[in-house]
């Protein structure tokens, strides 16, 4: 008989079979992460908005540029997005696969997916304005997503991948930016704080719901400085194209509620650790000291002009600016491969032991 100790290693190496890649992030003690599942929006958005009936797609040039062979794949950056970066320096993949990549092999399933899907949020009418995956439709994929791994690996073996796994939710900056702010549907039933806490509800749900279905290491990515984005600049930022303030201080008066609620959720749900990442602290600390960073340009995006293109806006068409690592966005809305580098760095050195 194994012990189970003697189990898990096995087990844990049989995950990682196939893939020869070091991990370099040091984990406490009989730590082990056998997969990482995203859900969320564009951050970690890995192609499952490539067959979707929607416009906020990025399986085209100039996207990718920097990724395999130059390969547009539907992340919404010139190279790798963060879930990206996080399964390589566990030494589970280099790449996290969409859900619905229909490439995908056994194999693949048991190192983790992404469900996420650019343009979707925690308020229902976010997904619905963008024609994309709601959490809720996320959700739904997690569940045959976990019929599948008992189908491949047994009950036993889908339960300790769910239980150790590494989960990522990140969402909230399409509401506030597009939602409520630039499209402004919600500014009619909300204020600011009331359409705030919509938000932290639906995401303490979704938090619950995953929980359920065995969830235990969660991180809780709270909103960016979303005023300072370039395209929020154009919108909203006056000639200058400053950083917006109440954008900002709208990301703000959310993430002073997410932080409680993840906390209280921790505290109350058994053998959990559910963790509030901050990634507004870290990226405005890029935006005010860029040099400090070796960066030279935060206030417009590498493709095009950079004030306004995302998604098909930036296309094969535009002229991409001559080196992207000295730019911390690589289009108006989403961060070059150099910037999220930075930041998940940050985030991981911060807080991978608060998940144990």
Same mark, same amino acid.
Request: charged share 20%; glycine share 8%.
């Given at each position: 008989?194994?012990?189970?100790?003697?189990?898990?290693?096995?087990?844990?190496?049989?995950?990682?079979?196939?893939?020869?890649?070091?991990?370099?992030?040091?984990?406490?003690?009989?730590?082990? /992460?056998?997969?990482?599942?995203? +859900?969320?929006?564009?951050?970690? *958005?890995?192609?499952?908005?490539?067959? !979707?009936?929607?416009?906020?797609?990025?399986?085209?040039?100039?996207?990718?540029? *920097?990724?395999?062979?130059?390969?547009?794949?539907?992340?919404?950056? =010139?190279? &790798?997005?963060?879930?990206?970066?996080?399964?390589?320096?566990?030494?589970?993949?280099?790449?996290?696969?969409?859900?619905?990549?229909?490439?995908?092999?056994?194999?693949?399933? %048991?190192?983790?997916?992404?469900?996420?899907?650019?343009?979707?949020?925690?308020?229902?009418?976010?997904? @619905?304005? $963008?024609? /994309?995956?709601? +959490?809720?439709?996320?959700?739904?994929?997690?569940?045959?997503?976990?019929?599948?791994?008992?189908?491949?690996?047994?009950?036993? @073996?889908?339960?300790?991948?769910?239980? =150790?796994?590494?989960?990522?939710?990140?969402?909230?900056? *399409?509401?506030?930016?597009?939602?409520?702010?630039?499209?402004?549907?919600?500014? !009619?039933?909300?204020?600011?704080?009331?359409?705030?806490?919509?938000?932290?509800?639906?995401?303490?749900?979704?938090?619950?719901?995953?929980? &359920?279905?065995?969830?235990?290491?969660?991180? /809780?990515?709270? $909103?960016?400085?979303?005023?300072?984005?370039?395209?929020?600049?154009?919108?909203?930022?006056?000639?200058?194209?400053?950083?917006?303030?109440?954008?900002?201080?709208?990301?703000?008066?959310?993430?002073? @509620?997410?932080?409680?609620?993840?906390?209280?959720?921790?505290?109350? %749900?058994?053998?959990?650790?559910?963790?509030?990442? *901050?990634?507004?602290?870290? !990226?405005?600390?890029?935006?005010?000291?860029?040099?400090?960073?070796?960066?030279?340009?935060?206030?417009?995006?590498?493709?095009?002009?950079?004030?306004?293109?995302?998604?098909? %806006?930036?296309? @094969?068409?535009?002229?991409?600016?001559?080196?992207?690592?000295?730019?911390?966005?690589?289009?108006?809305?989403?961060?070059?491969?150099?910037?999220?580098?930075?930041?998940?760095?940050? /985030?991981?050195? &911060?807080?991978?032991?608060? +998940?144990?």
């Amino acid at each position: 008989m194994y012990s189970s100790s003697s189990l898990t290693i096995y087990f844990f190496s049989f995950l990682l079979l196939g893939y020869h890649g070091e991990a370099r992030i040091t984990l406490p003690p009989n730590a082990t /992460v056998p997969a990482v599942i995203a +859900f969320g929006d564009s951050i970690v *958005d890995q192609g499952a908005n490539n067959n !979707l009936n929607t416009l906020i797609k990025a399986n085209f040039p100039p996207y990718g540029k *920097d990724f395999v062979a130059g390969k547009p794949t539907g992340r919404f950056s =010139n190279n &790798k997005t963060p879930a990206d970066m996080i399964v390589d320096e566990l030494g589970l993949k280099e790449f996290l696969p969409a859900y619905l990549d229909p490439s995908l092999d056994d194999k693949e399933f %048991l190192n983790g997916v992404s469900f996420a899907s650019g343009g979707s949020g925690y308020d229902p009418q976010t997904p @619905k304005l $963008a024609a /994309v995956l709601s +959490f809720e439709d996320q959700l739904k994929q997690f569940k045959e997503y976990i019929e599948k791994l008992k189908s491949i690996v047994g009950e036993e @073996k889908t339960q300790f991948i769910l239980a =150790n796994a590494l989960y990522l939710v990140v969402a909230g900056s *399409d509401d506030l930016a597009n939602t409520y702010f630039t499209i402004g549907i919600r500014r !009619l039933q909300y204020d600011i704080p009331s359409y705030t806490d919509l938000m932290v509800s639906s995401a303490s749900n979704f938090i619950q719901d995953i929980y &359920k279905l065995g969830a235990r290491r969660i991180g /809780v990515f709270g $909103a960016p400085p979303i005023g300072c984005l370039p395209s929020q600049r154009t919108l909203a930022g006056g000639g200058l194209r400053l950083c917006s303030e109440e954008y900002n201080q709208a990301a703000q008066l959310y993430n002073s @509620k997410l932080q409680p609620q993840i906390e209280y959720l921790n505290s109350t %749900l058994s053998q959990s650790r559910i963790v509030y990442i *901050d990634i507004y602290n870290p !990226l405005l600390a890029i935006i005010e000291n860029p040099l400090q960073y070796d960066i030279e340009v935060v206030d417009r995006g590498c493709c095009g002009t950079g004030n306004i293109e995302v998604s098909i %806006l930036c296309n @094969k068409l535009l002229p991409t600016c001559p080196d992207d690592s000295k730019y911390l966005f690589w289009d108006s809305y989403h961060p070059t491969n150099k910037g999220y580098s930075i930041l998940v760095d940050q /985030v991981i050195a &911060k807080y991978i032991n608060d +998940f144990y």
